[in-house]
């Protein structure tokens, strides 16, 4: 990690310089401590399906995974990332094919508004790789950190169970990828 | 919201991270940040610099010493929530963990920075004093240990110096035959505790033994309940014994009117949930 002085609003900060992987694709950066990772991740790299709700941990709208792990993006620096594998909603899809939880999404109503959905695939996302036959109880319990002010739950509930049979199917097929 | 600006410290190890914290400024340790970063993303805190112990793998570990269970500041809560050792020493431990955040927060956050940010709701000061965990506070060149019970100071404030890291909890595995209850009210789980209580004790010859009593988010730190334990000593466990305890402690609760509801629902919280822990613990007494 390197550094270099610069001024920023009369407070002498120091940049930070480092590497990460987001979405299969190496990224080298330079930016203040205090940038957010949500916001390295939007405006940075412009990536901007990570939503940002309420930034301190709430909503879980920003959740990406880092090393196959769901995290709050409003909740890590972006400096934190170095060495990391990142995939954001941008990831998921394989080409022009939505990923199977989002096919699920599509077919299920899993979504109206959208704000709280790239939040929703990444817990969905972790859920199914540690759990690939969640109960309902299950999916409730997993997706409590994520706020949906539209759906009422049901349908995002609906579409897990759905994703879930999918990639059931899918790993039977093929070989087992990791989601 | 946006933090305010810091210089940012990531030391490869535990010494070099001490003596960045022995140097003057304002600084704060960051591990999981599933606390420090919202406080800082709200500007209520806006330290100068920042040391991350990311790095310091050193401190990843959930450990048998032989009577005791010792926690690392880079547990996170999601190791410690799904640890076989934890399950089977502390089930207390593992049952709050469904109360305790989200899985995305758990992920990163960690039991000893949960300590060290001291909320007043946050269930793990209770159970730690409890279960009379010790807390290991390192600095350049000597180390201490502190009770849990003289850790907790106020809301947000707790005995740790400025130079001090809280490198590891350590949890004596309770006594053969202690039984444990746990229970909150949240708006939702994961939410902040509008009132946890949590209780261990044994039973001998049909008498209450060692009751250990706290309770969380009421008043404006989570402590013992020293009079209801003295209260509760050598007595036959039944629904009125419980019912008075409860009482007393309803009566000398100083709950804040806040969202939540006011200090006299605070209360009769407290009456519901206390007798309901005792008569759990009383039943997994063995």
């Given at each position: ?179 | ?20 914290l022995a140097s003057d400024g304002d600084t704060r340790i960051l591990a999981g940040g599933q606390s420090l970063v919202p406080m800082m ?192 000593t050598e007595q036959t466990p039944g629904a009125s014994l419980f019912d008075a305890v409860a009482d007393t402690v309803a009566d000398a ?34």
């Amino acid at each position: 990690m390197t550094g270099n002085q610069f001024t920023e609003g009369g407070t002498n900060m120091t940049k930070v310089s480092f590497k990460v992987t987001v979405n299969g694709r190496a990224r080298e950066a330079t930016v203040p401590p205090r940038m957010l990772l949500s916001d390295f991740i939007r405006q940075e790299l412009s990536l901007p399906g990570t939503h940002v709700g309420c930034e301190h941990g709430v909503c879980g709208s920003c959740n990406v995974i880092v090393d196959g792990q769901a995290v709050r993006s409003c909740l890590m620096f972006a400096v934190q990332v170095e060495g990391s594998e990142i995939t954001t909603v941008e990831g998921l899809t394989q080409g022009d094919a939505l990923h199977p939880i989002q096919q699920a999404f599509w077919e299920e109503h899993g979504l109206q508004c959208g704000f709280c959905t790239p939040g929703m695939l990444a817990t969905a996302q972790e859920l199914l790789a540690q759990n690939p036959d969640p109960t309902d109880d299950e999916i409730r319990e997993a997706i409590s950190g994520n706020l949906c002010r539209c759906t009422g739950y049901e349908f995002i509930i609906s579409a897990i169970r759905s994703a879930a049979v999918k990639l059931r199917e899918t790993d039977t097929e093929t070989t087992p990828q990791p989601v | 919201m946006k933090p305010s600006a810091f210089s940012y410290e990531c030391p490869n190890d535990l010494q070099a991270a001490l003596a960045l914290l022995a140097s003057d400024g304002d600084t704060r340790i960051l591990a999981g940040g599933q606390s420090l970063v919202p406080m800082m993303n709200y500007r209520l805190a806006q330290p100068e610099r920042l040391i991350d112990i990311n790095r310091l793998s050193e401190l990843d570990y959930i450990r048998d010493d032989g009577g005791v269970i010792a926690i690392g500041a880079l547990a996170r809560h999601a190791a410690i929530k799904s640890s076989d050792l934890i399950k089977e020493h502390f089930p207390i431990v593992a049952e709050a963990y469904d109360w305790i955040a989200h899985a995305a927060v758990r992920n990163r956050g960690t039991l000893c920075g949960n300590l060290c940010h001291a909320d007043a709701a946050s269930e793990m000061p209770a159970i730690m004093q409890i279960l009379e965990a010790e807390l290991v506070l390192l600095k350049v060149g000597t180390s201490r240990v502190i009770a849990a019970q003289d850790f907790f100071l106020g809301t947000y404030e707790t005995a740790i110096a400025a130079d001090e890291i809280l490198t590891e909890v350590r949890i004596p595995k309770p006594a053969a035959g202690t039984g444990w209850g746990f229970e909150e009210v949240a708006m939702r789980r994961g939410d902040y505790a509008w009132c946890t209580v949590v209780a261990t004790l044994r039973i001998s010859d049909g008498k209450i033994a060692a009751p250990r009593i706290a309770m969380a988010g009421v008043n404006d730190c989570a402590a013992r309940l020293r009079d209801a334990e003295a209260a509760l000593t050598e007595q036959t466990p039944g629904a009125s014994l419980f019912d008075a305890v409860a009482d007393t402690v309803a009566d000398a609760a100083t709950p804040a009117e806040s969202s939540a509801g006011s200090a006299a629902y605070k209360r009769d919280l407290i009456r519901a949930l206390l007798p309901r822990v005792l008569n759990d613990a009383v039943t997994r007494a063995t």
